[in-house]
């Protein structure tokens, strides 16, 4: 799953920049007489642009790598921004220098103006700082866009453009609600810090198990966390279960770190239901897109019950009815029904296991 998510990445930095460079090469050449010896037609120039723009694209995308496997992404965006633009530019340069080398080895006139098209006409030309100019802008509206997707999600962004929820709209969603066990008595323990710094890093691992789950976060709520389904997801309802457990493994597999850093490993219940909503760009200054329903407040109720019960995590019959009867793992026990804190109509309740999980103290959700 991050292989497939990479290499979307990947052919998405490819085609962007090789737009980017369709419009340099349109505005720089097409209009002029000064085109390079080899474009005799239109065809040489596009030929040109998607050169340049696998090469950029391939740089753009493994400065992104670098900053999402190092530290370098704790840092403060702006020396991000800064280090991603740097490191196209040089990566350039020396793909340019490399070239010039590479030709002065060649005998084929093929080969040498096939490798003069990125060195000798365009990095060495006499716009070449108008070409770098261009590069940095670039690299700063992708970046930018970059950082619009993690901070409302790919997904979510792709549909504000859209215009998709200006208008309130009714959806078909699951919902499953995660809140770190204990977290009050963390946050003594630990201090705003320190607590702040184990929620950055149990909401990193979070992140990828997300993703290779197809789900959407919908909001972070300090130590708890909402994420959702749409209705195209035709096995959301075992997506929404794996996340959980696969999340739950997930920080087992890294319970050294944790026990070395805090000095325990931190646990989460859990708790999905599902059902119309009503969904909405609210605000102005400061935009987001909001659900409305009693769905999230059942959620939450639902959640409350987890502690009491025992159990690390319940669902409704509405996530249910999402599971194929016989082709999931999952341990699942009704809990009969139950009327949830604030509710007039109970709701049938279930709590769910999975046999195939780690052994881990994770069974422990009394804590508040």
């Known amino acids: 799953m991050q292989s497939r998510q990479q290499l979307q990445k990947l052919i998405f930095a490819i085609i962007a920049w090789s737009l980017a460079m369709m419009a340099y090469v349109a505005f720089r050449y097409a209009q002029g007489d000064d085109r390079p010896y080899w474009a005799i037609t239109a065809a040489d120039l596009t030929t040109l642009s998607v050169y340049m723009g696998l090469i950029f694209?391939?740089?753009?995308?493994?400065?992104?790598?670098?900053?999402?496997?190092?530290?370098?992404?704790?840092?403060?965006?702006?020396?991000?921004?800064?280090?991603?633009?740097?490191?196209?530019?040089?990566?350039?340069?020396?793909?340019?220098?490399?070239?010039?080398?590479?030709?002065?080895?060649?005998?084929?006139?093929?080969?040498?103006?096939?490798?003069?098209?990125?060195?000798?006409?365009?990095?060495?030309?006499?716009?070449?700082?108008?070409?770098i100019i261009y590069l940095v802008l670039v690299r700063t509206g992708l970046a930018f866009i970059e950082q619009m997707g993690l901070l409302v999600g790919p997904r979510i962004l792709f549909n504000i453009g859209l215009g998709k929820y200006h208008k309130p709209r009714y959806e078909d969603r699951l919902f499953l609600f995660l809140d770190m066990v204990g977290s009050t008595a963390h946050a003594e323990a630990l201090g705003d810090y320190r607590f702040s710094r184990l929620i950055q890093d149990s909401f990193d691992l979070l992140s990828d198990v997300v993703t290779q789950n197809h789900g959407e976060i919908y909001r972070y709520i300090g130590d708890a966390v909402m994420i959702s389904w749409p209705q195209r997801h035709r096995r959301r309802g075992m997506m929404c279960l794996n996340l959980y457990f696969d999340f739950v493994q997930t920080l087992y597999w890294n319970r050294h770190y944790f026990q070395q850093e805090y000095g325990f490993v931190?646990?989460?219940?859990?708790?999905?239901?599902?059902?119309?909503?009503?969904?909405?760009?609210?605000?102005?200054?400061?935009?987001?897109?909001?659900?409305f329903s009693d769905v999230l407040n059942t959620l939450a109720r639902l959640q409350d019950q987890c502690g009491p019960l025992g159990c690390q995590m319940l669902i409704s019959d509405k996530v249910l009815e999402s599971l194929d009867e016989d082709d999931h793992p999952f341990e699942l026990l009704s809990l009969g029904p139950i009327r949830l804190k604030g509710k007039q109509h109970e709701?049938?309740?279930?709590?769910?296991?999975?046999?195939c999980s780690v052994t881990d103290p994770q069974s422990s959700p009394q804590e508040s």
């Open 347 to 355: 709701v049938e309740v279930f709590s769910v296991t999975r046999p």
């Open 57 to 131: 694209g391939c740089l753009h995308w493994l400065s992104n790598l670098i900053c999402d496997v190092s530290g370098i992404r704790r840092l403060p965006y702006a020396f991000i921004v800064i280090f991603k633009g740097l490191f196209l530019l040089m990566g350039a340069l020396t793909l340019a220098y490399i070239t010039n080398w590479l030709n002065s080895w060649d005998n084929t006139e093929q080969f040498a103006s096939t490798q003069q098209m990125l060195s000798a006409h365009v990095l060495n030309a006499p716009s070449a700082q108008t070409l």
């Open 266 to 291: 931190p646990k989460f219940k859990a708790a999905a239901h599902g059902g119309k909503v009503v969904a909405a760009l609210v605000g102005v200054n400061k935009q987001e897109i909001s659900f």
